[in-house]
């Protein structure tokens, strides 16, 4: 999507706060003894409160309303049975729309006891995050992006899982540009003003690619290591990026 009026954003910035906020309330909520089908319960409850569809859900037929990631599972976990246990490292993925406007968030979040390597790696991919967001801009290129957070894995001894990108967004789940590389790319394309992304490195200890479980849904890191991913969504200006995916 590329934004041409005052009401797209702030349409945008609208559905951004809700899946934000339902984001942290889930992480919020989690606990010991916990299912992941109850997490996502949660989820589904406070996105239909504020009038919002689950994206994955309406979109691709996915069993859940919230993707749910589980320690070796890195990304598209579905709610299930799974208990939540002192220790876990737990990916959230919230995406939904409202009115025709998408948004996409996650993060990773530890259950305590944390151990300080999986303390900094959370820490570190929070900012491989924020060092791609900052090179989104009008008239930037894309590979700026996953060249930045390239830079920054390899000086911190980190990898980057090469086949889940960002995307982009905005009246669909996903959309043009549909592959913006998180890791290093000669890729020539350049980012124009209005257009609307995430940007989600998934930062490892090892991991170098994405692999589908049994389920037809679940990916697993290959090499298996300890994954990360932060995720919001964003607007590009002659600025630098919006972050829509904020909970207001």
């Keep these: 999507m590329t934004i041409t009026h005052q009401d797209d954003l702030d349409s945008l910035r609208h559905i951004g706060a809700i899946v934000a906020r339902t984001m942290q309330a889930m992480a919020k909520a989690m606990e010991p003894g916990m299912t992941t ?4 319960g949660i989820g589904r409850t406070l996105l239909e409160r504020e009038g ?14 919230t993707c749910i990631s ?31 406007y998408f948004a996409d968030t996650g993060a990773s979040f530890r259950m305590a006891p944390v151990r300080p390597s999986l303390d900094r790696l959370c820490r570190d991919g929070k900012r491989a ?9 009008h008239g930037k290129p894309l590979a700026g992006i996953g060249n930045a957070v390239g830079r920054f894995a390899q000086a911190n001894g980190y990898t980057l899982i090469r ?9 669909a789940l996903h959309e043009d540009p549909e592959e913006v590389p998180t890791w290093p790319t000669q890729d020539r394309r350049r980012i124009h003003r209005g257009l609307v992304l995430t940007v989600e490195p998934f930062l490892s200890k090892g991991g170098i690619w994405a692999t589908e479980g049994d389920d037809g849904w ?7 290591a300890p994954v990360v991913q932060y995720e919001h969504t964003v607007v590009a200006t002659d ?5 829509v995916t904020l909970p207001g």
């Design 163 to 171: 086949n889940l990108a960002s995307h982009g967004v905005g009246r």
């Design 37 to 40: 089908r109850e997490l996502d």
């Design 129 to 137: 995050m924020q060092i791609g967001i900052a090179q989104v801009g």
């Design 239 to 243: 600025r630098g990026a919006v972050i």
């Design 52 to 65: 919002a569809t689950p994206a994955p859900e309406a979109t691709y037929d996915f069993p859940g309303a």
């Design 70 to 100: 589980v320690n070796e599972e890195i990304a598209h976990g579905i709610p299930g049975d799974r208990i939540l246990k002192a220790g876990d490292l737990v990916n959230i993925d919230v995406s939904a729309s409202k009115a025709g």
């Design 218 to 224: 679940t990916l697993y890191s290959k090499p298996a």
